[in-house]
């Protein structure tokens, strides 16, 4: 044999692999779009029983989705209440507002407009804060909080909140981990609080003190 039959039979077999891969990734590819397709297909069918069930108890034929859903009696949970309450008063001194429930997308944006674009944004858009404290006048974000219950324990919330810590911290912005208890200690807050936040006001500690000093002459 000589080299010229031996390279071409190398090249040959290289070739035969290259097309056997292609192949592949196309019934891999096929046989993805096929289930996804299925899926679909059976949501939809649960969708348009669930449709046919609700159109024979109301005796509506009309597709107006938003029957479908409920208004919240609040944003915040109990447990989120219970601690927001706390929170306002913990920053009363401090020029700031404190919003919650707000969207990493809100808070972040992807730098590179390219082809994974829509990947990065997705992996922000789904996902957000407790709560986040801005300066009033421009609304910058400086402290973002987190309520961390049982749920922080699995292993996908795990993931997420590595994703969250990794993201803040390369961004330059404080975020406080709090584990989630029946009664919040003010005091202990207020401590956690002032170690990661900014100092207070000239104008508001001046104002506590006038107000300590009008305290103590009354």
């Known amino acids: 044999m000589t080299w010229f039959e031996l390279i071409f039979d190398i090249l040959f077999i290289l070739f035969v692999i290259h097309i056997r891969k292609k192949i592949k990734i196309r019934k891999d590819y096929k046989k993805k779009n096929y289930n996804n397709n299925m899926r679909y297909a059976a949501w939809k ?9 609700d159109t024979a108890v109301s005796g509506n034929m009309d597709k107006k989705y938003y029957k479908y859903y409920t208004l919240m009696n609040s944003l915040l949970t109990p447990t989120e209440q219970k601690f927001y309450t706390q929170l306002r008063q913990a920053l009363k001194q401090y020029n700031v507002e404190i919003h919650y429930k707000v969207r990493l997308a809100d808070i972040f944006r992807v730098k590179y407009i390219n082809e994974y674009y829509s990947v990065n944004l997705q992996r922000i858009a789904a996902k957000h804060m407790d709560f986040v404290i801005t300066e009033v006048d421009i609304a910058k974000p400086i402290l973002a909080i987190e309520l ?4 922080h324990d699995f292993a996908t919330s795990q993931k997420n909140d590595t994703f969250k810590n990794e993201l803040y911290a390369d961004a330059g912005i404080k975020l406080l981990r709090i584990k989630v208890c029946d009664i919040y200690d003010f005091s202990d807050i207020k401590k956690l609080l002032e170690r990661y936040m900014l100092t207070p006001t000239i104008e508001n ?11 103590e002459v009354n």
């Open 45 to 53: 069918n649960k969708e348009q029983d669930f449709i046919k069930k």
């Open 148 to 151: 961390d219950d049982y749920t």
């Open 205 to 215: 500690v001046c104002d506590s003190v006038k107000a300590e000093e009008g305290d």
